[in-house]
């Protein structure tokens, strides 16, 4: 980061980007129809280089450029979206998070693709530096070590039923995790992203850079204070002042502190609706140990190891939380103890 604030990103930073794309695009072959949404305030490099990489694998690839939405979670424009029906995977370079809540992105999802659901490959919001000096270097002996520690945390997951969540900066908060399918934490986030399935030969989903594991909790149990306390998708980059937000019941009643808390309620006010405030989102942790510390760039940070991101609205797995906005934030060195006596990781630790 300090190279490219005091240099700029050279032209010849393509070579370094050239490489950083073969994990993930590792499994793409001949044919593949791939369709690179992007925006017009995204370096040019990061979607040039993945249209190369693509390019050299013999896909068919396509480039969906339109202007920058004006949240996160707004849905693409009405002709990507047609275009994404066409594709195999859509491949999500843009600046502004994505949220399969949406109706463009649940059409995306749902109605496109030989299997009649569409892949995204969750990249939002990543630069050259994170793919070149960050998390996006990860090797498939990376993914290996990091799907193992996932397996290990959704195995205590699997067994249990709530979860308590501490950090060094306030967070308390307690929820119910019960419910999913027996296996499903360990099964889901051991598998590395970007695999083939081996029945239909369909490319599946992923995020890169890669390294979470995270629960959604049962809606309307979640108690307690979280802080934000290093950034969140709006307000962007490192913050000044960190953001407490009071959930009672599933739901956000309060959000304290100074100028970040006021630009998060203006911003889910203006953008949000009711369901917004809900948490539904996700409690996840960052196992990617190529990642930098948290630093004020969501793309890292999510996924940055021992970091907590915490989101409210819309959520993922259990389908019952839907919302126009989800908005996520970071909390460091957290600490998740799961039915009082399984300690899954302490300021920021992992345990299991």
């Known amino acids: ?28 072959q001949k044919g593949d129809r791939l369709l690179i949404m992007t925006d017009d305030a995204m370096d040019p490099m990061v979607w040039q280089s993945a249209m190369a990489a693509l390019h050299e694998r013999a896909a068919e690839v396509t ?4 202007p920058r939405r004006t949240y996160h ?15 195999d995977v859509v491949v999500a370079l843009t600046t502004t998070a994505l949220n399969s809540g949406t109706p463009g992105l649940r059409a995306i999802r749902a109605e496109g693709g030989g299997s009649g659901r569409t892949p995204i490959w969750l990249m939002e919001e990543t630069t050259v530096e994170i793919l070149t000096e960050g998390g996006g270097r990860a090797t498939l002996e990376d993914l290996k070590q990091i799907c193992d520690l996932q397996r290990r945390i959704g195995e205590v997951y699997d067994q249990g039923k709530k979860i308590h969540v501490t950090s060094p900066a306030g967070s308390d908060l307690v929820a119910d995790i019960s419910g999913m399918p027996a296996g499903h934490f360990a099964d889901r986030w051991s598998k590395p992203p970007f695999e083939r399935n081996p029945k239909t030969g369909k490319l599946g989903g992923g995020t890169w850079p890669f390294g979470e594991i995270h629960i959604e909790p049962v809606p309307g149990t979640a108690n307690g204070k979280i802080v934000w306390d290093t950034t969140s998708h709006f307000p962007s980059g490192l913050w000044r002042d960190p953001v407490t937000l009071t959930i009672k019941n599933g739901k956000v009643v309060a959000i304290d502190g100074r100028a970040e808390a006021a630009q998060v309620r203006w911003y889910l006010e203006t953008y949000g609706d009711e369901n917004s405030w809900l948490v539904g989102g996700e409690i996840a942790v960052g196992t990617n ?3 930098w510390p948290p630093m004020g760039l969501m793309r890292n940070d999510k996924k940055s190891f021992g970091a907590m991101h915490f989101g409210i609205g ?35 630790k992992f345990k299991v």
């Open 289 to 291: 140990h190529r990642c």
């Open 1 to 28: 980061m300090v190279m490219a604030e005091r240099y700029g990103i050279p032209s010849t930073k393509l070579i370094s980007l050239m490489t950083s794309w073969q994990v993930p695009f590792r499994n793409v």
């Open 63 to 66: 480039l969906a450029l339109y």
């Open 314 to 348: 819309h959520g993922a797995d259990r389908g019952k939380v839907n919302s126009k906005l989800r908005l996520e934030g970071i909390a460091r060195d957290v600490t998740f103890v799961v039915d009082d006596d399984k300690v899954v990781c302490e300021n920021g």
């Open 73 to 87: 979670c707004g849905d693409p424009s009405a002709m990507a979206v047609s275009a994404a029906k066409e594709a």
